[in-house]
């Protein structure tokens, strides 16, 4: 057992999990002014005042969930917002007036879902907008007029378009179409009147690492991550008329992840790699450096996140894993960085764990890369471990501050974090070793991750447990049916449990996208029985091991039902097991008080089944 008074001081799940003091920066186009967000009476709400000032007012007044999502107009006039109810991801687009304080909801339909296009300041005036308003199923583009309100159509979904591009003049002139074997069209056209064509194809095993990025500025060239060439998608510049193409940045294992883009020339000015930490390329010399001056600003892993509409200013943020994140603002004449402000500095007053990337070998030959956070004082050895696996699963772990590695190590135990097969950001062939492999290989691998820690002597064998969300859950799920000796307790949160009725239960405006579910995970019409095998569900008279499961009430993605047929299936054979449904939430917990309540739940589940600490409820 984890000796107490070895570990430093209780992190309180307060400082961890409560909002953050100020997050999100962003600097209005004209520079003179800055907006984050701060709590309103524990509301998240966006603030303004003067960028160079420390007085700031509260522009919007939310007091429900919280606005996360906002940006300035272009005009730097106004706030543009998207809020949803109760988590159901129908996001609407709202502006505030910051002059006359007057709010307006743009989008006043009823179970319609926005998606912003772009927003460009070569038209301050306009936004474009994705709206399944026709049909809930698809999005059109919408050209939306901020000053009249004024929605016209700008492009008509034909049926299976699941993302669109525009260009330098605001003409959508790029769409991604879905193809029934779970492949993807990139179909372009000269201009608004002109008709569709094919430009190029990815394949149903290229999707998940290649995309359309954006058009040059003259329009006669696109920017991609391709892969169609190579494992590891690549950055690429293809002529449009000739199908000639230049690599601007590769790397032989990572994916081109993150790309910056020069708003006036259009062009690329830096590619990142997420390798095991985050690593920049510098495409465009010009910005050379004013990216060495920015790497002394600070330890951490960078992001430009914002600049002016004159260059001169950028809003760097930094992600450390022992600490807060840090926000500059950075000048370009001075090459001189001034710090914002940290989002939780409260964070600064106690002692945080560093995460250690790692990366071991599969049982059948794959190199994995995971990060492991190990608790402060009490050594290396014969810890408590919890396996926390990412959701997705097409996405992944990343270095940098992590609440919940941060919390578990405070609390005494080893956090894993291992990314499996089927994780993005490691090539194609990676992503695809995970096609139809949910409860299968991608379950060997987090099962290889936590023999590793044992077998290095860091992990106690009869102290572990297995904890995740959205995939993570479903993960956890399958933790206690599938290899039910190995782990003590589960914690699930959002967690399908039944394959067949996840999938059959999408979202409408998924459906574009159900053909890469069917390759990926499986046909509920023609593999049955292959998905029961793999639906924890089916399975439940396996369990050995008490389960935490927390489900939001109106999620979208992952049906209340997910939960409760296995909670169900759990009280009829007598298991062990803790049910915590919230009402007012979605695919997560965006009101703190039930991320509170969640976590002091799930840190007394682990106490009591792992050994380790817990803070008084």
Not at 82 to 104: A, I, P
Not at 370 to 394: K, M, Q, S
Not at 492 to 512: A, C, K
Request: include cysteine; glycine fraction near 8%; proline fraction near 6%.
């Amino acid at each position: 057992m984890t000796e107490p008074d070895a570990l430093p001081r209780l992190i309180p799940r307060e400082v961890l999990f409560g909002n953050p003091d100020k997050a999100s920066p962003q600097l209005s186009p004209d520079g003179k002014s800055l907006a984050y967000l701060a709590p309103l009476d524990g509301v998240l709400n966006v603030w303004v005042g003067e960028a160079s000032g420390d007085e700031f007012r509260p522009v919007t007044d939310d007091k429900d969930r919280g606005v996360r999502l906002y940006l300035w107009s272009r005009d730097s006039k106004s706030i543009l917002y998207l809020q949803d109810k109760g988590g159901d991801e129908n996001w609407l687009l709202y502006m505030v007036n910051l002059e006359t304080g007057e709010q307006r909801n743009l989008t006043p339909f009823e179970k319609v879902q926005v998606h912003i296009v772009d927003h460009t300041k070569h038209f301050p005036n306009h936004i474009l907008v994705g709206l399944n308003k026709d049909d809930e199923k698809l999005h059109d583009i919408y050209r939306l007029d901020l000053r009249s309100g004024e929605l016209v159509q700008i492009a008509k979904n034909p049926g299976n378009v699941v993302g669109w591009v525009s260009d330098s003049n605001f003409v959508v002139r790029g769409a991604l179409a879905a193809l029934p074997d779970g492949g993807f069209d990139f179909m372009i056209r000269d201009d608004a009147d002109d008709e569709w064509h094919q430009l190029l194809t990815w394949s149903a095993e290229e999707n998940m690492n290649s995309s359309p990025l954006g058009f040059d500025k003259a329009g006669t060239h696109v920017f991609l991550t391709d892969s169609r060439e190579s494992n590891a998608a690549r950055l690429v510049k293809l002529q449009i008329e000739s199908g000639e193409q230049d690599v601007i940045a590769e790397d032989d294992t990572f994916d081109v992840g993150n790309v910056m883009v020069n708003p006036d020339s259009y062009e690329i000015e830096m590619a990142g790699f997420s390798r095991a930490r985050l690593d920049w390329t510098v495409i465009d010399d010009s910005i050379a450096d004013d990216v060495a001056k920015i790497r002394e600003l600070n330890p951490g892993d960078f992001v430009i996140y914002d600049r002016t509409d004159d260059d001169q200013v950028w809003l760097v943020g930094f992600t450390q894993d022992d600490g807060p994140a840090a926000y500059y603002a950075y000048d370009r004449k001075t090459k001189k960085g001034s710090l914002l402000f940290y989002n939780r500095p409260e964070l600064a007053e106690y002692d945080l764990a560093p995460m250690e990337p790692i990366r071991i070998e599969s049982r059948d030959g794959l190199t994995l890369h995971g990060y492991l956070t190990l608790p402060l004082g009490v050594g290396r050895e014969n810890l408590p471990l919890v396996l926390n696996v990412h959701g997705g699963p097409w996405a992944r772990d990343t270095w940098g501050y992590d609440p919940e590695a941060q919390w578990l190590a405070n609390r005494g135990y080893a956090c894993l974090q291992i990314n499996y097969r089927g994780s993005i950001g490691f090539g194609k062939d990676f992503v695809n070793a995970g096609d139809r492999e949910w409860g299968g290989k991608m379950h060997d691998d987090l099962v290889d991750a936590v023999n590793w820690a044992v077998q290095e002597g860091i992990a106690d064998p009869e102290r572990l447990a297995i904890y995740g969300g959205s995939y993570g859950g479903y993960a956890a799920l399958v933790g206690a049916t599938f290899t039910p000796d190995l782990f003590k307790c589960a914690v699930d949160i959002v967690g399908p449990s039944n394959l067949l009725t996840f999938i059959e239960t999408i979202p409408p405006y998924w459906s574009t996208y159900l053909s890469v579910l069917h390759k990926r995970l499986g046909n509920p019409e023609t593999d049955e029985e292959f998905l029961k095998s793999r639906s924890p569900l089916f399975h439940v008279d396996k369990i050995k091991i008490p389960i935490l499961i927390a489900q939001g009430a109106n999620d979208p993605r992952v049906k209340q039902a997910e939960s409760e047929q296995i909670v169900e299936a759990m009280k009829e054979k007598g298991i062990d097991h803790r049910y915590m449904l919230f009402p007012d939430e979605g695919h997560g917990f965006a009101k703190p008080k039930n991320r509170l309540k969640f976590y002091a739940a799930a840190e007394e589940f682990l106490a009591k089944h792992l050994g380790g600490r817990a803070e008084d409820i």
